[in-house]
């Protein structure tokens, strides 16, 4: 995930296309209006949440462990 103002924004779209290109499993996802530091604010933002959500998701998955 990228975050819409982000300085560095399309800079994480261009890799994770490049990583697409060579054949792994991601997905790019730009999440509107949020600042670089979202994923932190989880305590006062609803994409911050959704965020640490799906990472906690993508990687448990990948790295096989069941989540109780």
Not at 41 to 66: H, S
């Amino acid at each position: 995930m990228t975050a819409e103002m982000d300085p560095l924004r399309d800079e994480g779209k261009a890799y994770g296309k490049k990583m697409i290109a060579a054949g792994s499993h991601a997905e790019v996802i730009c999440m509107k209006g949020m600042p670089h530091t979202f994923m932190m604010m989880d305590d006062i933002l609803e994409n911050g949440k959704r965020y640490n959500r799906e990472a906690i998701r993508v990687l448990t998955a990948v790295w096989g462990i069941a989540i109780k």
